[in-house]
């Protein structure tokens, strides 16, 4: 007896597939939303501990003497990029399923705007890009810390990527609500980027890779933040103080 005979007489599923009969799998109890969720959740965890691997090692390395020092801190920093994003799906499908624990707090705007910049400081010296923040020190504002932070992070990033060597954060209040700016002194964004919607929904870029979810995740973060019937919202412009390419926020 040969193995093909043996399998199709003890396989039910093996004689199905070669008799070309219709094989229905049971339906998972898993919703794809919920599968998708963990899965980018399980890979949030991995990234986590290559994030925490590298911060050890950056922190006993010697910056002047290690020769791939730069090139530490930028992995490092795509790293952090990479779990930036992970943790935009987890909180775009947590606001789809209404489960994001939203949390406005009061919030000294010129600290949190600090606080910003030095998470990237490393970077940004590696890249020799100078870093400005402007902004009134009694300024306070209620948002929620968390989401505000990932909006402001990925418009840095993206500054740091098409800046030429300078980058401002600016923070003012501008007719009764909160405006943070990102302002580079690069070339400034692309024509058919300022057309479109922010929150539109754009293809994916395969040959640049963009995907339009730093986007996308910004005006949804912008638009739960309303009071007294207004709501928050992200623009895109050319020039600002830098003449470059500006990231505005704008929160009532």
Not at 197 to 203: E, L, T
């Amino acid at each position: 007896m040969g193995m093909n005979d043996l399998q199709s007489k003890t396989n039910p599923l093996f004689e199905s597939i070669m008799n070309n009969k219709n094989v229905t799998a049971k339906p998972s109890s898993l919703s794809v939303g919920s599968f998708l969720a963990s899965s980018v959740h399980d890979m949030k965890n991995s990234v986590s501990m290559l994030i925490d691997g590298l911060d050890k090692t950056l922190a006993a390395a010697d910056s002047e003497n290690l020769a791939v020092y730069s090139e530490l801190v930028q992995m490092n920093h795509e790293i952090k990029r990479i779990n930036s994003n992970l943790m935009q799906l987890l909180t775009l499908y947590k606001l789809g399923e209404e489960i994001y624990p939203f949390d406005p707090q009061s919030v000294c705007v010129e600290d949190f705007l600090h606080s910003l910049a030095a998470q990237n400081s490393e970077l940004l010296k590696s890249h020799g890009i100078a870093l400005e923040i402007r902004a009134d020190p009694a300024l306070c504002w209620y948002f929620d810390e968390d989401l505000i932070n990932g909006v402001i992070g990925n418009a840095l990033n993206n500054a740091m990527r098409y800046t030429r060597d300078c980058i401002r954060l600016i923070a003012n209040k501008n007719k009764d609500m909160l405006e943070i700016r990102v302002e580079d002194n690069g070339t400034g964004y692309p024509a058919m980027m300022l057309q479109e919607s922010v929150d539109n929904k754009r293809g994916i870029d395969f040959q640049g890779g963009g995907t339009g979810l730093g986007l996308y995740f910004s005006a949804m973060v912008a638009r739960m933040h309303g009071n007294h019937g207004k709501l928050g919202e992200v623009m895109l412009e050319n020039g600002g103080s830098l003449a470059g390419g500006c990231f505005v926020l704008q929160l009532p």
